[in-house]
């Protein structure tokens, strides 16, 4: 069960001495954080070469050649690598005013989650949320194992702000984040204190 101490609707900030390729400069998403694990979003890997209207393709939810336009005020979706584990698999973190029934889950500050095509087919049809973003992948911890990364000095926790969740500057995320907090990259260590 998720409570206090848990992380859900938080940031992970990877170290930047995470040796891990897959999560260098990655800032995470929490969406799920309880004595069972933890689950996230990476929201700064951009997924190369890969644009929201070509999946909309694949997915047969256009035909080719059909284009979409989303409504004024309504920004560009973003298509990101969300983590190592099913990375062909889509999930959408969206703000809440559009709720997909028995499909999106509220997370915190107006972000919720939909892993169903349903809420990629209300974009395309017009009808999508104000804000998305589309994360192929996502990045899992099992029991302990985020708890053991975060004594390791492996991250950084911050309470997220919806509004970097869904800035477009994908890849300038990771340094607005260190400014925000007040970090300086280069005095940040990988080593935990000792008394």
Known sequence: MTGPGYLDGHFLVAMPSMPDPRFQ???IYICAHSDAGAMGLIINHPADDIR?????????IIPEGTDITLPPGHGAICVVKGGPVEPARGIVL??????????????????????TLDIIR????GQGPRDAILALGYAA??????????QANGWLVCAADRTLVFDPDISGK???????LGADPTHLSSQTGHA
């Open 25 to 27: 400069r990655a800032v």
């Open 141 to 150: 911890w099992a029991p302990g194992q985020l708890e053991r990364e975060l």
């Open 174 to 180: 990771y340094q607005r984040i260190l400014r925000h």
């Open 52 to 60: 929201f209207f070509d999946l909309l393709v694949q997915l047969n």
């Open 94 to 115: 969206h703000s809440d005013d559009v709720m997909i029934a028995n499909a999106t889950m509220a997370m915190d500050d107006g972000v919720c989650l939909t892993a």
């Open 122 to 125: 209300a974009i395309a049809a």
